[in-house]
């Protein structure tokens, strides 16, 4: 690995948007050291993982590749580096595998620990002050605190990403102003608790006060959020998203279960009658809202009534979208001293009559919008047809045909067809 600037890397990531805002801070350290991204991981001299620990399915994901990687590594040069969300006992076991393994918080470090030449010299302080190479002109994410100090009985985040600390908001605010004078469309505020954002710093900006300002600034955008925390969702957040024009009506809050005991053992620090009066406030302050979130099922000694719960919860709020997750143990959480008791296949079943409900209601939600016009900001075209696909506020993905070129553009369709998870219309105006 002599010269920096022939050689190319590839990023494999794993896991949630903050892995993917992470991993656009990794490919602009390294255009900055003269490598390549490549999207073929086949013409890689470097492959970069950045890891996902919150299921076990996402670790499997890596041993699986690795077969891949290391028939790869027979045939040329290839440094293997790993990072992201890890616990130490799969660090420690992926240390026979991976050349070098880092830590996010080290991103800076990383062309010393590649023995590579900088052509720039990196600034100081958190990782986050990294520029990120963003992968379009229109769409961005911007972490504004990392992560967690709830502890979740089930969870690893705050294990692999340790505390939460906030940025200080005039780096956030700043950061956003210039995105914006770059003619970025949407802006989606990234932290694992985000509307938990600035409890750990003095005399700075609340979440609800950092969303006012940032929706002041001059400019044409969106701004969103995610993911929030019904034990943080207060009635001033709620004010200002209904108030805010730029804030888009889209609330990610997850509950996870609609059952109080597993609530209370999942330690979420809330209960179902807590959740369901938020989703009242949210509705009345904002009608046109569209809320989903996270389900996870078969949780230890979740029963079958305890399930039934989530169920009838699931059904009463009519999420808009729901990610629902099968129960998987986890080192070091305190769930995994409980028995993991729930059969593979019950989970199985659980998540499948949970999608089903979650199908009927994402589908009376879009199908309110048909005849609508619709504000959509437009992200990519097909290949093949002249169908373009782009999201509303309320983060509904819309398709529509065009001759024209129009992405990372802001237009009106009309919403002419509704299916359970997408829109079908046609372009009004630009
Ligand atoms: N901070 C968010 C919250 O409080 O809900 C969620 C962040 S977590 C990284 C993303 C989602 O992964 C969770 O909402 C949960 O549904 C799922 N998840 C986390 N740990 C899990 C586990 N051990 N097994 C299955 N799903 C899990
Ligand atoms: Fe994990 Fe809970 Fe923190 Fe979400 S709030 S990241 S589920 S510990
Ligand atoms: Fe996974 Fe880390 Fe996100 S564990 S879900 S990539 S915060």
């Given at each position: 690995m002599s010269k920096n600037n022939c050689l190319k890397y590839y990023l494999f990531v794993l896991g949630c948007q903050m892995n993917v805002s992470d991993a656009q801070r990794i490919a602009k350290v390294l255009d900055n050291c003269g490598f390549k991204q490549t999207n073929k991981e086949t013409a890689a001299d470097i492959i970069i993982i950045v890891a996902c620990?919150?299921?076990q399915s996402a670790i499997d994901r890596i041993y699986g590749k690795n077969r891949v990687w290391q028939q790869l590594k027979k045939k040329k040069k290839l440094l293997l580096v790993l990072t992201g969300c890890l616990l130490t006992v799969d660090q420690n076991k992926m240390s026979k595998i991976f050349d070098v393994i880092f830590d996010i918080d080290d991103l800076k470090n990383l062309p010393k620990l590649l023995h590579l030449k900088t052509k720039k010299s990196s600034d100081n302080g958190s990782y986050l002050s990294v520029t990120p190479k963003h992968s379009n002109n229109f769409q961005v994410y911007v972490p504004i605190s990392t992560g967690c100090?709830?502890?979740?009985?089930?969870?690893v985040v705050p294990y692999t990403r340790g505390r939460e600390i906030s940025r200080p908001s005039k780096d956030i605010i700043k950061e956003c102003q210039n995105l914006i004078d770059h003619g970025f469309k949407e802006i989606t505020l990234l932290g694992q608790n985000v509307n938990s954002y600035g409890h750990d710093l003095k005399n700075d900006l609340t979440f609800p006060k950092l969303l006012q300002k940032i929706n002041g600034l001059a400019g044409d955008f969106w701004l969103k959020f995610i993911t929030s925390h019904p034990k943080d969702m207060s009635d001033e957040l709620i004010e200002i998203v209904s108030i805010?024009?730029?804030?888009?009506?889209?609330i990610h809050l997850p509950v996870q279960s609609g059952d109080n005991e597993i609530l209370k053992k999942m330690n979420r620090g809330y209960t179902k009658e807590h959740y369901l009066n938020l989703i009242k406030k949210i509705r009345k302050k904002i009608p046109q809202a569209a809320i989903s979130t996270d389900v996870i099922v078969?949780?230890?000694?979740?029963t079958k009534k305890q399930f039934e719960q989530t169920v009838k919860l699931i059904k009463e709020v009519k999420f808009a979208m729901a990610y629902i997750s099968q129960y998987s143990p986890r080192s070091?959480?305190?769930?995994?001293?409980?028995?993991?008791?729930?059969?593979k296949k019950e989970k199985k079943k659980r998540k499948q009559i949970l999608n089903n409900i979650i199908n009927k209601t994402s589908f009376a939600y879009n199908k309110k919008l048909v005849n609508k016009t619709i504000e959509i900001l437009v992200h990519k075209r097909s290949n093949k047809t002249r169908y373009y696909f782009g999201k509303t506020k309320t983060e509904r993905h819309v398709c529509f045909p065009s001759?024209?070129?129009?992405?990372g553009q802001f237009v009106k369709i009309k919403i002419t067809k509704a299916h359970a998870f997408c829109l079908e219309g046609k372009l009004i105006a630009k």
């Open positions: 620990s919150v299921r100090n709830n502890f979740c009985s089930y969870c805010s024009k730029k804030v888009c009506e889209y078969g949780f230890p000694g979740e070091q959480t305190k769930a995994n001293l409980l028995k993991d008791d729930i059969p001759p024209d070129d129009l992405i």
